[in-house]
T-cell receptor, first 113, second 115 residues
Framework: DQQVKQNSPSLSVQEGRISILNCDYT??????FLWYKKYPAEGPTFLIS?????DKNEDGRFTVFLNKSAKHLSLHIVPSQPGDSAVYFC????????????FGKGTHLIIQP | NAGVMQNPRHLVRRRGQEARLRCSPV?????VYWYRQLPEEGLKFMVY????????ESGMPKERFSAEFPKEGPSILRIQQVVRGDSAAYFC?????????????FGSGTRLTVV
């Protein structure tokens, strides 16, 4: 049973436009969410996180939105740049840390010049 | 280098052999996590360790797999009698404390191939 789902295996966006990556979850116990970026042959790199008490968190070009009622979160990247081409993983965890994260399968973002 | 160091980067083992994967956390980090990524899959949590303690091994297969994080030295993920299904990328992550909501630091992974 997949508790964190990223239904788009890939997404192609033109450089300069907005990239929107989506993630759905089923476990209502999750209370914080993270996005990681991964290049081939490298480990994931933390991008941005959001606690369930918020509905938006922004860091530079990256904004994460959380809709708890819909159990849905999204990552917005604007403007998209060629270096943003990578696989993006959505992850979720329960409060207090000291536990592992549950990851989605990832979305491969391709930024077209 | 302040990052998480994993070695080897690539490891080839024949079926039935043992695989040992090493992880040196970021200096000062006392919490280590191991994840496995199968082809076309997301990362799956395996085990969470602190120095000399296993905190959560709920994601670890019950047989053949073990992990340790000794007082001195790197964390070790050990797979005995490897099978083809163990072929995957194994990632280690570390954090200074047992909270992951700010994101912990991953290493570059060890790619295990069982032939």
């Amino acid at each position: 049973d997949q508790q964190v789902k990223q239904n788009s295996p890939s997404l192609s966006v033109q450089e300069g436009r907005i990239s929107i990556l989506n993630c759905d979850y089923t476990n209502s116990m999750f209370d914080y969410f993270l996005w990681y970026k991964k290049y081939p042959a490298e480990g994931p790199t933390f991008l941005i996180s959001i606690s369930s008490i918020k509905d938006k968190n922004e860091d530079g070009r990256f904004t994460v939105f959380l809709n708890k009622s819909a159990k849905h979160l999204s990552l917005h990247i604007v403007p998209s740049q060629p270096g943003d081409s990578a696989v993006y993983f959505c992850a979720a965890g329960t409060g207090g840390g000291a536990d592992g994260l549950t990851f989605g399968k990832g979305t491969h973002l391709i930024i077209q010049p | 280098n302040a990052g998480v160091m994993q070695n080897p980067r690539h490891l080839v083992r024949r079926r039935g052999q043992e695989a040992r994967l090493r992880c040196s956390p970021v200096k000062g980090h006392s919490h280590v996590y191991w994840y496995r990524q199968l082809p076309e899959e997301g990362l799956k949590f395996m085990v969470y360790l602190q120095k000399e303690n296993i905190i959560d091994e709920s994601g670890m297969p019950k047989e053949r797999f073990s992990a340790e994080f000794p007082k001195e030295g790197p964390s070790i993920l050990r797979i005995q009698q490897v099978v083809r299904g163990d072929s995957a990328a194994y990632f280690c992550a570390s954090s200074p404390q047992g909270r992951t909501n700010y994101g912990y630091t991953f290493g570059s992974g060890t790619r295990l191939t069982v032939v």
